[in-house]
């Protein structure tokens, strides 16, 4: 029996794409739990167990369930929360730019969701709660607030 302390064993798709690499020991792991099957085994090399000798494999395939391409998910956009709106506005009111905590900002429509404003990044700044106020439910034009930043806007 030759030594197998250092063997490697390739991990394949459901499909013979190469995952990765696992130790002989995770691999045997998956094999005797049958989440793997055994694709390629050693010409020569083999691990000693009580019932025998069994063959060292190369490769093992799952058995199902794992494709490349459930791996490699596309980035999907982010989600306009607080917590973004926050890093995107860098903690600044929008309306007065006075700096905010993270405790102390709110979210304001710019054209209010009674009037048919959504939950769009575009729609959405970070303000403080006086500016939040002020504005209510009411346009720009109707608040006497302006927007520090014009890419955001009423249209």
């Given at each position: 029996m030759m030594n197998v302390s250092s063997a490697n064993v390739h991990v394949l798709s459901t499909g013979f794409e190469n995952l990765y690499v696992v130790s002989w020991q995770d691999a045997m792991s998956d094999i005797f739990?049958?989440?793997?099957?055994?694709?390629?085994?050693?010409?020569?090399k083999t691990i000693g167990c009580v019932?025998?000798?069994?063959?060292?494999?190369l490769s093992v395939r799952f058995k199902q369930g794992v494709f490349a391409g459930a791996i490699k998910r596309p980035n999907r956009p982010r989600k306009p929360t607080r917590k973004n709106l926050y890093i995107r506005d860098k903690g600044v009111c929008q309306y007065c730019g006075d700096k905010?905590?993270?405790?102390?900002?709110?979210?304001?429509?710019?054209l209010p969701k009674s009037r048919g404003g959504g939950d769009k990044w575009e729609n959405l700044v970070l303000c403080c709660p006086p500016c939040n106020y002020k504005k209510g439910n009411k346009l720009l034009s109707e608040?006497?607030?302006?927007?520090?930043?014009?890419?955001?806007?009423e249209s």
């Amino acid at each position: 029996m030759m030594n197998v302390s250092s063997a490697n064993v390739h991990v394949l798709s459901t499909g013979f794409e190469n995952l990765y690499v696992v130790s002989w020991q995770d691999a045997m792991s998956d094999i005797f739990g049958g989440r793997v099957e055994v694709v390629e085994e050693h010409p020569s090399k083999t691990i000693g167990c009580v019932d025998g000798p069994i063959p060292m494999p190369l490769s093992v395939r799952f058995k199902q369930g794992v494709f490349a391409g459930a791996i490699k998910r596309p980035n999907r956009p982010r989600k306009p929360t607080r917590k973004n709106l926050y890093i995107r506005d860098k903690g600044v009111c929008q309306y007065c730019g006075d700096k905010l905590t993270y405790e102390g900002s709110t979210l304001d429509h710019v054209l209010p969701k009674s009037r048919g404003g959504g939950d769009k990044w575009e729609n959405l700044v970070l303000c403080c709660p006086p500016c939040n106020y002020k504005k209510g439910n009411k346009l720009l034009s109707e608040s006497g607030l302006a927007l520090r930043n014009k890419n955001y806007d009423e249209s």
